[in-house]
């Protein structure tokens, strides 16, 4: 059964720092695409970064550019979301994501991030 957990959520000053971290199991995390998604109050979920299953193809929506960092540890079966420079608008419950195929993602329960100015 696939089980995706993320924490490292919480509360941020507007300029500040997060590091979202998410634990992978029941299916073979190294073969697999994973990427980051966030959904803000009102709003449709949207992607933020995705990874390939090597970590070599990495592509970020282009609000997040230069400020977030998709990193994962295939020996750990996690995956991470550095975020720098955080804004309000970054104000969102995010999800981990496992990616296969065409197939819709599979989410984890996500964690919430607020950031305030």
């Known amino acids: 059964q696939v089980q995706l957990v993320e924490s490292g959520g919480g509360l941020a000053q507007a300029g500040g720092s997060l590091r979202l971290s998410c634990a992978a199991s029941g299916f073979n995390y190294s073969s697999s695409a994973m990427a980051w998604y966030r959904q803000a109050l009102g709003k449709d979920r949207e992607m933020v970064a995705t990874i390939s299953n090597g970590g070599k193809r990495i592509y970020y929506v282009d609000s997040v550019k230069g400020r977030f960092t998709i990193s994962r540890d295939n020996a750990d079966n996690r995956l991470y979301l550095e975020m720098n420079s955080l804004k309000p608008e970054d104000t969102a419950t995010y999800y981990c994501?496992?990616?296969?195929?065409?197939?819709?993602?599979?989410w984890g329960q996500g964690t919430q991030v607020t950031v305030v100015s």
């Open positions: 994501a496992r990616l296969f195929g065409s197939q819709p993602p599979t």
